[in-house]
C-alpha cells in the first residue's frame, strides 16, 4: 500500500469532486472574471501584457489567475467543464504536494498519505475546486506548496538556486491571489 497511497489519495480526491463536472458558471463573480470578462479572451503577447497591466476584475489584481482563465478560454472558449477540470487538476496536483512536503517533514508515509487525504477531501476546499472564479486560490496553494518543497531543498543543499527558486514561487503565489 505503501507504493500506491498518493495514488490512493488522489483517486479518492477525484472521485468525491466528480460532481463538480455537472456545475455551470454561478452568477456570483463568474461573470464579472469569466463570462464577460474581454482579457481572458486574448492570448497573444498584446493580451497577455494587458492581463498583468490591468489593475485589476472587480478591485483584484491576480494575473495568474486570469491567464489560467485564458489559457482555458483558448482551449474550449466557455465551456465551464474546461474551468472545472482545470480547477480540479490543480487540486489534485496540490494533494500530491501536501504528501510529498508532509513525507519530506515526517519520513512516514503513514502520515503523508493521511494528511493528504484529509486535505483533499476536506470540505473548506469545495468552494475553491467547484466554484470556477476560485481558481485563485487553487493556484495559490500550489506555487506556496512548490515554494515550500524548494525552500526545504534549499536548507537540504544549501543550493543557492533553490533559495531564488521558493523566492520567484512566492511572487508566483502572490499573483495568484489578491
Known amino acids: 500500500f505503501r507504493r500506491y497511497s498518493i495514488?490512493?489519495?488522489?483517486l479518492l480526491t477525484a472521485v468525491v469532486y466528480l460532481p463538480t463536472f455537472n456545475s455551470q458558471f454561478v452568477e456570483w463573480d463568474d461573470p464579472a472574471y469569466i463570462i464577460r470578462n474581454?482579457?481572458?479572451?486574448?492570448?497573444?503577447?498584446?493580451?497577455?501584457k494587458n492581463i498583468f497591466q490591468t489593475r485589476g476584475v472587480?478591485?483584484?489584481?491576480?494575473?495568474?489567475?486570469?491567464?489560467?482563465?485564458a489559457i482555458d478560454y483558448a482551449i474550449d472558449g466557455l465551456n465551464p467543464l474546461t474551468f472545472h477540470l482545470h480547477n480540479l487538476l490543480l487540486h489534485l496536483l496540490n494533494v500530491a504536494l501536501v504528501f510529498f512536503l508532509i513525507k519530506w517533514l515526517s519520513n512516514r508515509w503513514e502520515i503523508a498519505f493521511l494528511t493528504a487525504l484529509l486535505f483533499g477531501m476536506h470540505p473548506m476546499h469545495v468552494e475553491s475546486v467547484a466554484w470556477a472564479t476560485e481558481r485563485k486560490d487553487v493556484l495559490y496553494v500550489f506555487y506556496l506548496l512548490l515554494g515550500l518543497l524548494s525552500y526545504l531543498k534549499y536548507v537540504q543543499s544549501?543550493?543557492?538556486?533553490?533559495?531564488?527558486?521558493?523566492?520567484?514561487?512566492?511572487?508566483?503565489?502572490?499573483?495568484?491571489?489578491?
Open 58 to 69: 472587480e478591485g483584484n489584481y491576480h494575473p495568474l489567475t486570469l491567464l489560467s482563465f
Open 38 to 48: 474581454d482579457l481572458i479572451k486574448d492570448l497573444s503577447p498584446e493580451g497577455i
Open 158 to 178: 544549501k543550493k543557492i538556486a533553490f533559495c531564488f527558486l521558493a523566492l520567484l514561487l512566492m511572487v508566483f503565489s502572490s499573483l495568484a491571489k489578491a
Open 7 to 10: 495514488w490512493v489519495a488522489l
